[in-house]
């Protein structure tokens, strides 16, 4: 077949598979969405070694820069001022995230955003999480560590996407 079908069936049916593992026996440790926007940011950023080494580490440092951020915002008071406090953490923090690209294995920006999207998209759409007890455990409730397992498990269903796609492509004579 060819490398567009190959690649569809492909990524449709790990899909299935990932899917079941987020709402089954992985429930809670393994988030879909955070998943697939690994999977795709390994393919936005080549489908090989080094945009799996890419995707992994800069969303991973995403993940890491939203942690820290949502931690300096639990010191914040929640009164008046606290959107415009918000609002300056959020930046400082998103510009070093940005500035880090200088640094080569940190050098795709749009995988450290996604991670640090990622994360607080959890933090703040999952009750009781933004709170100094879990952004500085060791559990499957800190984004640091559950977070990360989806994002390297999606960016491993990429890799398994491609390399399955390629099986399944027939080459032209």
């Known amino acids: 077949m060819n490398s567009l079908t190959a690649l569809s069936l492909s990524i449709g ?34 489908a090989n ?59 795709a920006i749009p995988a450290s955003v996604w991670g640090y999207s990622s994360t607080f998209a959890y933090l703040l759409q999952t009750p009781d999480k933004m709170n100094k007890d879990v952004l500085l455990g060791i559990s499957l409730d800190n984004p640091l560590v559950v977070i990360s397992i989806s994002i390297v498990v999606g960016a491993y269903f990429g890799v398994a996407s491609g390399k399955l796609a390629a099986k399944w492509t027939t080459k032209a004579d």
Do not use: Q
């Not at 026996?25 to 936005?44: D, H, Q, R």
């Not at 300056?88 to 940190?106: D, K």
């Open 49 to 107: 070694e080094d945009a799996l080494k890419k995707t992994i580490a800069c969303s991973i440092f995403g993940v890491f820069m939203a942690t820290f951020t949502a931690y300096e915002l639990t010191n914040v008071p929640a009164d008046a001022y606290f959107p415009a406090w918000a609002a300056f953490t959020v930046t400082v923090s998103v510009i070093v995230t940005c500035l880090a690209a200088n640094i080569p294995c940190l050098s």
């Open 13 to 46: 049916v790990l899909s299935g598979v990932a899917t079941f593992l987020a709402v089954g026996p992985l429930s809670g440790v393994f988030f879909i969405w955070a998943a697939t926007i690994a999977w795709a940011a390994y393919f936005a950023l080549g």
